[in-house]
C-alpha cells in the first residue's frame, strides 16, 4: 500500500482493520484487466517485450501514477494490450478470483469488456470459456461466486457498443456467469444517450443496467443513465453530490451508488480524499456500496477501500458491517444468497464484538 494510503486510514485501531479484514463481503465494480496483480501484470510483460509496462513489479507503483483521467486510461490500455491468449484471460481471471477470496469477498461482480479482447484478435469461443473456467475453478476452489458484467468501453464508437450486445445477448455466446451491462472508459465527449438502443437490447434479453457516470462529468451525466440507458446502479456517480434534487431521486428509488474512493483521488477526478462526497450521499439517503474498481492500479484493495470510508463516515464495527450489507442489497444475487451472506456478515459482526 502507498503512502497517502496509509494517512488516509492512519489513526484507525489496529482492530478495525482486522474486523475489516475478516467481514465477509461483496464487491460490485470491480475491473477485469484493473485486477490484474502487479506480479501478473509484471509476468505478461516479460512475456511480450515489445510493451511499454515495467516487468519489475517494484516499478509499477510508478508506472500507475496518473496525471488525470486519460492518463489514466492510456495506461490501462496498455496492460489491456498485454493480454493476447485465451490462457492470458483465464489467468488473470482465476488469480483476481484468488485475490478476491483472500480479502474476504465472497461474491463479485466483475466488469469485463470483450470487446478489447475480441478486436484484438482473440476468439470470442476461446473468451468465453477462458473466463467461464476461472469463473468455476474460482467458485470450488476459493468459495467466492464470480459474476459478470460486460461493458461497452464508450470511446470505442458504436461499433463497441453493437460487439458488446451482441456477445452478451447471443444464446451461443453469452456466458452463463453474465448478470450485468455496463458502460466505461472515458464521458466527457461520449454522450451517454447514444447508447439507449444496445442497452435497451441487453435489458430485454434479461441484463441489468450498470453504467458508470458522473465520475468525470456533470450529474447531468447521472440523469443521463437513468433516463436514457435505466440504470439499475451508478457506476461511481461522484457529481450526483452537486445535484439535490438527484440526491432525493436516488435515495427515494433506492438506486445504489458504487463509490470507489481511491480510486476517485487516483485518476485526480476528486482532488483530496477529504473533498470526497460520500458522507454527502450517505446524509441524503442514498444507499451507497464501497469498492475498488482497479485495485492494484490505484495501490488499494477492497478492504483498505473500506477503512478508508470507515474514516470518512466515522463508523465502527456495526457500521462497517452495514456498508458491507448495501453491497449485499445492491447486488444482483438471488434472494436466498443475498439472506445467506447478510446473515454471515452479522454473525461475524456479532461474535466479534463479544470476544
Ligand atoms: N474508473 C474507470 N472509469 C471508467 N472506465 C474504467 C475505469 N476503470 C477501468 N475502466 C475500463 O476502461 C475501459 C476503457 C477502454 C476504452 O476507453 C477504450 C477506448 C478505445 C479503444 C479501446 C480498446 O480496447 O481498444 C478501449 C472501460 O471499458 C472500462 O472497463
Ligand atoms: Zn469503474
Redesign the pocket.
Known amino acids: 500500500m502507498t503512502d497517502h494510503l496509509d494517512a488516509a486510514t492512519a489513526g484507525q485501531g489496529r482492530d478495525l482493520h482486522a474486523f475489516i479484514a475478516g467481514l465477509p463481503k461483496a464487491e460490485l465494480h470491480v475491473?477485469h484487466v484493473?485486477s490484474a496483480s502487479p506480479r501478473i501484470v509484471s509476468e505478461l510483460a516479460a512475456r511480450h517485450p515489445d510493451s511499454k509496462v515495467p516487468t519489475d513489479p517494484e516499478a509499477l507503483a510508478d508506472y500507475f501514477t496518473f496525471t488525470d483521467f486519460a492518463h489514466f486510461?492510456e495506461l490501462?490500455?496498455s496492460v489491456?494490450d498485454l493480454v493476447r491468449t485465451p490462457e492470458d484471460v483465464r489467468l488473470l481471471t482465476y488469480e483476481v478470483g484468488r485475490e478476491l477470496a483472500r480479502q474476504q469477498v465472497r461474491y463479485a461482480e466483475l466488469?469485463v469488456?470483450p470487446?478489447?479482447s475480441t478486436?484484438r484478435g482473440i476468439d470470442e469461443r476461446a473468451f468465453m470459456d477462458a473466463i467461464e473456467d476461472a469463473r468455476k475453478a474460482a467458485e470450488s476452489e476459493f468459495g467466492t461466486v464470480l459474476r459478470w458484467c460486460f461493458?461497452i468501453?464508450?470511446?470505442?464508437g458504436l461499433e463497441s457498443a453493437e460487439e458488446t450486445v451482441r456477445l452478451a445477448t447471443d444464446d451461443r455466446l453469452r456466458p452463463e456467469g453474465l448478470v450485468s451491462f455496463g458502460l466505461?472508459?472515458?464521458e466527457i465527449g461520449v454522450p451517454r444517450p447514444q447508447f439507449k438502443p444496445y442497452f435497451d437490447r441487453a435489458i430485454a434479453a434479461g441484463l441489468h443496467s450498470v453504467p458508470?457516470a458522473g465520475?468525470t462529468t456533470g450529474p447531468e451525466t447521472v440523469w443521463d443513465a437513468l433516463d436514457e440507458l435505466r440504470a439499475e446502479r451508478i457506476g461511481h456517480g461522484t457529481s450526483s453530490a452537486r445535484d439535490p434534487e438527484l440526491l432525493r431521486h436516488l435515495a427515494e428509488r433506492r438506486i445504489p451508488l458504487e463509490v470507489?474512493p481511491t480510486?476517485n483521488i487516483a485518476?485526480r477526478a476528486v482532488a483530496t480524499l477529504d473533498e470526497h462526497p460520500l458522507k454527502e450521499f450517505t446524509r441524503a439517503g442514498v444507499l451507497v456500496t464501497i469498492n475498488s474498481?482497479?485495485p492494484p492500479m490505484f495501490g488499494t484493495d477492497l478492504n483498505n477501500e473500506y477503512a478508508v470510508a470507515a474514516r470518512l463516515l466515522e463508523l465502527d464495527e456495526r457500521g462497517l458491517a452495514d456498508l458491507a450489507k448495501n453491497a449485499v442489497e445492491a447486488s444482483f444475487m438471488d434472494p436466498s444468497g443475498k439472506a445467506r451472506l447478510a446473515a454471515e456478515i452479522d454473525t461475524y459482526t456479532t461474535s466479534w464484538l463479544a470476544s
Open positions: 475491473h484493473g486510461i490501462y490500455l489491456v466488469t469488456t470487446f478489447s478486436r461493458d468501453p464508450g470511446e470505442a466505461g472508459g472515458p458508470h465520475e470507489c480510486s485518476t474498481d482497479d
